[in-house]
C-alpha cells in the first residue's frame, strides 16, 4: 500500500489490509484511492459505495476478479502506464491529462466502461432491495414568457401534464406547493418533513435554488442544514464567489502559477469561509460548495449553471430522497464579459443588469432534460421516483413518475395544498 | 494553335517564374510528385488556401443536423455553392490545441493541452514555406487562445520558426486592454469604447509579444505595416456599427486586414466564441453559433471582394471538435472529451472557385486537411496520416 493510505471506515479498512486496492489495475486502483482519500469529506452515499463496490470485489472469486479485470490490465502496460507515471494511489490532473492524450484513451474507456457494465447490475440490485419512494420536483421561475404548451419540450409524450388551481396570491404558490400552507404558517416543508421522518437524517433532503426564496419556506429555518435539509442558494453563496473570483483572477493576474494543473491545487485551498455562508458550518457541504464553484464550468458566473451542476452533483454523489430545484433568470451577458470570466459584471460595467428571458428559457429547456437523465442513471431512482416539473404561477405542471404515484391518476384541476397531500402520500410522511 | 486562356496564361507565367519564387536548390530537387502535385496547382485556379475553424467546439445537433440548420443560415447557403463532407472525423485528443495542431500537422497531435509544446512535427504553414520560399508575410494564423501562439511552427529542427506563420492572437490583445480599463476604473468602464481602444493600441505599443504578434522590423520593434494593419483592423471592430465585443469578432477583423494588406497564401482563422458553452447556458452556445455562422459568411464575401482572393482560393471550414452528446454522462453540451461521437463526428465544407458542388457521405479525418490543403497550395508535405481529398482536387 502507498504511504499515503487515506483514513477510511473499519469495513473499508479491513478490507484494504486484505491487500485488495494493491490487486486492482493501477488505473483504476488509483482512481478509488484518489477518491477515498479524502473519506471524512464523503457523503455517505459515496462512503456505502465503495464499500459496496469493494465488499463485492471481496466476496467474488479470484478468477472472477482476475477475468473482469483483463482487458484493462493488459492495456496499461500499452498505455505506458508504469510506477513513474502513475504512482500508486495518485489521480491527480497528471494522470487525467496522461489519459486524454494517450492514443489507446478510447480502449481505455471502452475497458472500464466494461468493468462497470458487470460490477452494476450486481451493485444496482442491491440499492434497488433497498429502495424507497423518492421526489423531485424542479421549478421554473415565473418570469420565463413562455406558457405550459411549450414547456419541457424535451419531455414530449412523458409524463402527464396536471391541471393546477392556483391561489389568487402569487407569492403563495410555492408555499403551498412545498408546505400545504400559506407562507405565514410556517409549516414544515415536504423536505423537512421527509428529513425528520424514519427514512431521512443528513443529507437526504435537498434544496438547491437560484435565488434564495425556498431555503427561506417551512418552520424554523435559516441554517444550511435545519430538519437536516441541505440548502445550497446561488445567492447565499454570494460573498464566497465574489471573494473566490476575485482571489482567482490576483492568482492569475500575479502569474504565480503557470497553467491549469498548477492553479487547480490552488484553488483547492480557497474554502468557504464560516462568514461566507451556512454551508460552512459542514466540511463534507464545505468542500461540496467549494468544488461547485471552481469545478471550472460557469458556475461562479450564471446562476443557472450553478444549480444545474450543483443538483447533478448531489444526486451523483448525495444520491438524496428529496430534492427541490429552483432555477432563476440569468442576467444578459454585458459586453466583453466572455473576456472577463473573474471580473465581477456590476463592477466592470456601468449599464445596468437586464434579466435575459428568453435566454433562461432556452437554457432550461435543455437543464431539465439533464437533471432527469442524472437522477435516472442511479438504481436508486430507477423506478421509484416522482419528477414534478413546475413553473411557477402556471396552470399546469409536468409528473414523470411510476404508475402508483398519485398525481398520475388524480384528476384536475388540483389546488396545490392538494398536490402537496399526494406528495405527502408518496413519501409515508 | 493553343488558345490561351486567363488560366493557361496564369500556368505559363507561374512556371516562367518558379526559378525565382523557389530557391534554386529546392527546385532542382524536386521529385517526380511534387512536379505532378505543382503542376496540378498551377492549372488549378485556387492557389490560396484559408483553413477556418469552426470553432470552440459544436455539435453536429447544432449546426448540419436537421434542427440545426436555422443555427447558420450562412453555412446552408454557401452548402449549395460548396462541397460537404457529411462525416469529418476527429479521431485525435479532444482538446482546442491538439485537435487544431492535427488540422494544420496532418497528424495526430499529442502534445500538451494547454500550448506549452508546439506541435509535434513541421505544420502546413512550415512546408509551404519552405518549398515555396514564401516570405513570412504569406502565411498567418489568426487564433483566439494564448495557447495558441505556438501554433505557427512545430518542433521539427528541420523546419521550425523560420517557416512559421505569423501567429497572431486577437482575443489576447483584447484581453488586456479590457483588463487595463477595468483595472483603471476608467468612467463607463468597458462600455467606453473609445478607451477599449486607447488600451488597445497601447497593448500593441508597448506589450505586442506577450500577445502573440512575431513580425518584427528589428530587434524588437513591430513592423510597421504590420503595426499599422493591425490597427486599422481594431478601429474598424471598435467602431463597428454592431459595436462587437468578442474575440471572433476582432479575430476577423483583422484576418481581413491582414487579407487586404498582404494577401497571404496561408491563413489559419481560429475562431473560439462557442466554447463559451462552458458557462453552461445554452442560449449563448447558440448565439455564438449564429455569430460564427455569419462571420464565416463575411469572410467568403470579403474572399470574393478581394482581387487577390477572388478565384484562387479554397476556403475550407470544419469544427475542430465536437462536444459531449446530451445523453452523455459528461454533462452536455458544456464539455467536449467524452470521446463520443458527438466529440468526434463533425463535418467539413469547402468553398472555392475550383471545388466542385457537391457533397459525400465518405468519412473523412481532420488529418486530411493538411494534406488536402498542401496539394492546393503545390507542396508535398510528407509522413502524414492524413489524405488528400481527392473529391476537390479535381
Given amino acids: 500500500m502507498p504511504a499515503n493510505t487515506p483514513k477510511v471506515s473499519a469495513a473499508m479498512q479491513a478490507l484494504i489490509d486484505k491487500g485488495l486496492l494493491d490487486g486492482l489495475p493501477r488505473s483504476f486502483g488509483a482512481f478509488c484511492f484518489d477518491q477515498m482519500k479524502d473519506w471524512d469529506l464523503l457523503f455517505p452515499a459515496e462512503r456505502s459505495y465503495f464499500e459496496r463496490l ?290 465581477d459584471q456590476e463592477a466592470t460595467n456601468p449599464i445596468p443588469s437586464q434579466m435575459d428571458t428568453l435566454g433562461s428559457y432556452v437554457d432550461l429547456e435543455v437543464f431539465y432534460q439533464y437533471i432527469w437523465q442524472e437522477f435516472e442513471k442511479y438504481a436508486e431512482y430507477r423506478n421509484n421516483t416522482a419528477y414534478l416539473f413546475v413553473g411557477e404561477g402556471m396552470e399546469e405542471m409536468l409528473a414523470m413518475a411510476p404508475p402508483d404515484f398519485p398525481l398520475m391518476t388524480a384528476a384536475g384541476p388540483l389546488t396545490l395544498p392538494a398536490v402537496f397531500g399526494h406528495l405527502k402520500d408518496w413519501l409515508s410522511v | 494553335m493553343m488558345r490561351l486562356t486567363k488560366r493557361r496564361f496564369v500556368q505559363l ?133 494564448k495557447s495558441f501562439a505556438s501554433m505557427g511552427w512545430g518542433s521539427d529542427r528541420d523546419f521550425g520558426q523560420p517557416y512559421g506563420a505569423n501567429v497572431v492572437l486577437p482575443k489576447q490583445l483584447l484581453l488586456e486592454a479590457v483588463q487595463e480599463v477595468v483595472k483603471k476604473g476608467a468612467e463607463g468602464g468597458v462600455a467606453n469604447r473609445e478607451d477599449v481602444l486607447r488600451r488597445l493600441e497601447g497593448v500593441l505599443n508597448e506589450g505586442y509579444e506577450g500577445v502573440g504578434w512575431t513580425i518584427f522590423q528589428a530587434g524588437r520593434k513591430l513592423d510597421r505595416q504590420v503595426r499599422d494593419t493591425l490597427v486599422r483592423g481594431l478601429v474598424e471592430y471598435i467602431n463597428g456599427p454592431e459595436a462587437p465585443t468578442s474575440g471572433d469578432e476582432l479575430t476577423f477583423f483583422i484576418t481581413r486586414e491582414i487579407m487586404r494588406e498582404f494577401a497571404p497564401r496561408l491563413i489559419l482563422v481560429n475562431f473560439w466564441d462557442m466554447d463559451v458553452a462552458h458557462w453552461g447556458s445554452y442560449s449563448l452556445y447558440l448565439n455564438a453559433i449564429t455569430k460564427t455562422d455569419r462571420l464565416t459568411g463575411m469572410l467568403w464575401e470579403e474572399v470574393q471582394a478581394n482581387q487577390s482572393y477572388k478565384d484562387k482560393t479554397t476556403l475550407l471550414v470544419l469544427p475542430e471538435l465536437g462536444r459531449d452528446g446530451d445523453k452523455n454522462t459528461a454533462n452536455g453540451f458544456l464539455n467536449h472529451r467524452s470521446g463520443d461521437a458527438s466529440c468526434r463526428n463533425t463535418w467539413l465544407l469547402a468553398m472555392g472557385t475550383a471545388v466542385p458542388p457537391g457533397q459525400t457521405e465518405r468519412p473523412v479525418h481532420h488529418v486530411d486537411v493538411a494534406a488536402t490543403a498542401a496539394e492546393l497550395l503545390g507542396v508535398k508535405a510528407a509522413g502524414l496520416a492524413g489524405l488528400p481529398m481527392r473529391e476537390l482536387l479535381l
Fill in chain 1, 54 to 343: 469493494f465488499g463485492l470485489l471481496d466476496r467474488s472469486s479470484g478468477p472472477v476478479v482476475e477475468r473482469l479485470f483483463q482487458p484493462l490490465r493488459e492495456l496499461e502496460p500499452k498505455m505506458g502506464m508504469n510506477e513513474k507515471t502513475w504512482p500508486r494511489g495518485q489521480f491527480t490532473l497528471e494522470q487525467v491529462d496522461f489519459l486524454n492524450r494517450n492514443r489507446y484513451y478510447p480502449e481505455w474507456r471502452a475497458a472500464v466502461a466494461q468493468v462497470f457494465a458487470q460490477l452494476d447490475p450486481a451493485l444496482d440490485a442491491e440499492a434497488a432491495r433497498n429502495g424507497h419512494a423518492r421526489l423531485a420536483i424542479v421549478i421554473a421561475p415565473a418570469q420565463l414568457p413562455t406558457d405550459p404548451g411549450r414547456m419541457w419540450t424535451r419531455f414530449q409524450g412523458r409524463g402527464k401534464r396536471v391541471e393546477i388551481s392556483g391561489p389568487e396570491s402569487a407569492e403563495e404558490f410555492l408555499p403551498l406547493l412545498l408546505t400545504g400552507e400559506e407562507q405565514s404558517r410556517k409549516a414544515p416543508t415536504i423536505g423537512q418533513l421527509f428529513a425528520a421522518g424514519k427514512k431521512g437524517g443528513a443529507y437526504t433532503s435537498w434544496i438547491v435554488e437560484a435565488g434564495a426564496g425556498v431555503s427561506r419556506l417551512g418552520s424554523d429555518s435559516g441554517g444550511a442544514a435545519d430538519y437536516g435539509v441541505v440548502k445550497c442558494s446561488y445567492e447565499s453563496l454570494a460573498q464566497y464567489r465574489k471573494r473566490l473570483m476575485k482571489d482567482v483572477q490576483s492568482v492569475v493576474d500575479a502569474q504565480e502559477t503557470p497553467g491549469p494543473r498548477q492553479l487547480s491545487a490552488r484553488l483547492k485551498q480557497m474554502k468557504i469561509l464560516t462568514s461566507e455562508g451556512d454551508l460552512a458550518r459542514d466540511p463534507i457541504l464545505a468542500e461540496f460548495a467549494r468544488a461547485i464553484l471552481l469545478s471550472g464550468n460557469g458556475t461562479l458566473l450564471i446562476n443557472n449553471t450553478f444549480v444545474e451542476w450543483a443538483t447533478v452533483q448531489s444526486v451523483r454523489r448525495a444520491r438524496p430522497s428529496v430534492t427541490v430545484v429552483g432555477f432563476g433568470i440569468r442576467n444578459k451577458v454585458k459586453p466583453f464579459s466572455s473576456l472577463l470570466i473573474y471580473a
Fill in chain 2, 13 to 145: 507565367a507561374g512556371l516562367s517564374i518558379a526559378h525565382r519564387i523557389l530557391p534554386g536548390h529546392l527546385f532542382a530537387q524536386q521529385t517526380a510528385a511534387q512536379q505532378i502535385a505543382a503542376q496540378k496547382a498551377a492549372r488549378r485556379p485556387s492557389n490560396k488556401v484559408i483553413i477556418v475553424t469552426f470553432g470552440g467546439g459544436v455539435r453536429y445537433s447544432e449546426t448540419f443536423a436537421p434542427e440545426g440548420l436555422q443555427n447558420i443560415p450562412r453555412l446552408v447557403a454557401l452548402r449549395e455553392k460548396g462541397y460537404f463532407f457529411n462525416s469529418c472525423v476527429n479521431s485525435g485528443v479532444l482538446s482546442h490545441f491538439n485537435s487544431t495542431a492535427s488540422i494544420l500537422t496532418g497528424n495526430w497531435q499529442r502534445v500538451d493541452d494547454f500550448g506549452f509544446q508546439p506541435p509535434a512535427g513541421p505544420t502546413l504553414f512550415e512546408y509551404y514555406r519552405k518549398q515555396s520560399g514564401a516570405g513570412p508575410l504569406d502565411a498567418w494564423a489568426v487564433a483566439t487562445n
